[in-house]
């Protein structure tokens, strides 16, 4: 998918994976995350300080999944290290991470993993000029907005459910072998 992209796309994937609503891989970009990247580069109206309340407000309240071998663990990352992190040393907390969270997105880091790919095979392709300008009606950006609101929670729904069925079957496992 990266072969078809643009460099500004990819800038915008990347900012929007790692920053805006993180997930714990980068490889992919589902459907809603794929509009969203949409709506920017056509550049209609998106609230992005909403989009990020309403993940980590998912998020906060997804339960704990259980570790696949070891049910004492959690399997769930943590949502928005970075922010979080931020938050805390702003407030004068000492913060001494572990590990890199993820590395700030420069001109290096776009020359290195934003710039335009060739499949093998494929000729190669010109960089595209951004789209022009989207002039939708306030209610049309807002429609989206909602549109994509609603795709996010309809997908923490599913995951919930999903989640509850795994718990399900671990337990039935569980009272079948004893």
Known sequence: MRTNMTTLTQMWMTLLLSNVLPSDHNSDLPLPKCQLVYVILTRM????AQLIADAIYLFAGMPPTRHPLDPDKSNRALGFPA???GLCQSFGVLVTPSKVIRPPITRAFIEKYCMPRQAQGDAPQATDA????????????LGMERYLQHLVRQQAANHQGQVQIHECLYQLGLSQQG
């Open 130 to 141: 951004p789209p022009p300008p989207h002039q939708a009606d306030p209610t049309g950006s």
């Open 83 to 85: 922010l979080i992190t």
């Open 45 to 48: 109206s998106v609230h992005v």
